[in-house]
């Protein structure tokens, strides 16, 4: 039991993700409103990008550096929509309880430490811990369904978190708009980094739909074979 995943990514055409490069390529707008066709009731993003778009800038120093220690879930609130970070040892300072609307659940190892909890709890915001020295994805998507009932989860990147959730074998369709452009640039994150480099084989995908939007970006969406 767990939330079907679409992992929904804009990239160049050399399948690197820098937003700020690609906005100039596309209309304004078109990774949120092809997002929203999904209908998620949750979309999820690591760390990095959770830092870089949406959490304070200074990070959450711990006072005790007590491990938090086993599996829990903390229920802040229920909603229609949630935002999930992944967030191994809870760096990520947090100025409220929402992203725009989007009900926040930080989701945390067991080596994120025991205050970083007391003061996700002080904000209203909901966490699961889960995993010994790193986040345990399934079990964290599976504690996503059983505990706050969400159905769909868009997986929003980046790169690292989607290799993270693509090797776990977590995600079921690719929803990728790729912008009539190219970067080129070295060092730039991809749509999917980090997997293991000794598994030396592409992952098979079956075509599910291709639609040519306006000012030529190309949305295409795979299933995960
Ligand atoms: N074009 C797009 O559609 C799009 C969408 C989103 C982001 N982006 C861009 O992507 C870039 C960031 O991508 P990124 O790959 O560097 O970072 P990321 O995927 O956002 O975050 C990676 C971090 O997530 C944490 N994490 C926790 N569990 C993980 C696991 N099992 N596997 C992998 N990571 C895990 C790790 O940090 P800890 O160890 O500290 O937990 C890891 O360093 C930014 O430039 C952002 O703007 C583009």
Known sequence: MRPYIICHMLSSIDGRIDGAVLNKVIAGGEYESTGAKLKGDAWVCGRTTMQLHFAEKRPFVSRTRRP???????VAQRSNSYAVSIDTTGKLRWSSSDIDGDHLICVVGERAPEDYLTFLRERGISYIVTGKSSVDLASATTLLA???RIKRLLLEGGGNINGGFLQARLVDEVSLLLAPGIDGRRN??????GMDPS?????RLELISVEKQKGGTL???YRVA
């Not at 938090?68 to 903390?74: I, N, P, R």
């Not at 598994?199 to 992952?203: T, V």
């Open 68 to 74: 938090a220690g086993s599996q829990s879930v903390y």
């Open 146 to 148: 059983k505990r706050f």
């Open 188 to 193: 730039v994150p991809t749509v999917f980094d």
């Open 199 to 203: 598994i030396k084989r592409a992952i």
């Open 219 to 221: 949305w295409i969406r």
